[in-house]
């Protein structure tokens, strides 16, 4: 979806189980957005806890039972979420999914 207002162009686009935006105010760049795009789906698919190939999903599944090797960029965005929630006392947490999880916050059948 794709709207023009002024000098912002935005894009907005379902992924990470959210819903996304992406605004320029540099005017519309469609290769920008692109990239940005392609970005986002390459940390889905590493990182994603709703996709059991993910490598994040693979972490998860063998906590506490045996390592798991992972590309150096997951490192790096499980490094930088753990420094923002330093950052902000626990504020953001990247951890939160398994509490939605628990509690079934994300699915039909919520239980909060």
Same mark, same amino acid.
């Given at each position: 979806? +794709? /709207?023009?207002?002024?000098?912002?162009?935005?894009?907005? +686009?379902?992924?990470?189980?959210?819903?996304?935006?992406? #605004?320029?105010?540099?005017?519309?760049?469609?290769? #920008?957005? =692109?990239? /940005?795009?392609?970005?986002?789906?390459?940390?889905?698919?590493?990182?994603?806890?709703?996709?059991?190939?993910?490598?994040? !999903?693979?972490?998860?599944?063998?906590?506490? +039972? !045996?390592?798991?090797?992972?590309?150096?960029?997951?490192?790096? *965005?499980?490094?930088?979420?753990?420094? *923002?929630?330093? &950052?902000?006392?626990?504020? &953001?947490? /990247?951890?939160?999914?398994?509490? =939605?999880?628990?509690? #079934? *916050?994300?699915?039909?059948?919520? +239980?909060?």
């Amino acid at each position: 979806m +794709k /709207a023009g207002s002024g000098n912002c162009y935005t894009e907005s +686009k379902v992924g990470m189980n959210t819903f996304l935006r992406i #605004a320029s105010y540099a005017g519309n760049c469609p290769e #920008a957005f =692109t990239a /940005a795009w392609d970005t986002f789906q390459r940390i889905e698919q590493l990182c994603s806890r709703f996709e059991q190939t993910s490598q994040l !999903a693979q972490i998860n599944q063998m906590a506490g +039972k !045996a390592r798991v090797p992972v590309a150096a960029e997951v490192l790096e *965005i499980l490094l930088a979420a753990q420094e *923002i929630a330093n &950052f902000t006392d626990g504020a &953001f947490d /990247a951890t939160v999914g398994a509490v =939605t999880e628990l509690w #079934a *916050i994300d699915g039909p059948e919520s +239980k909060l």
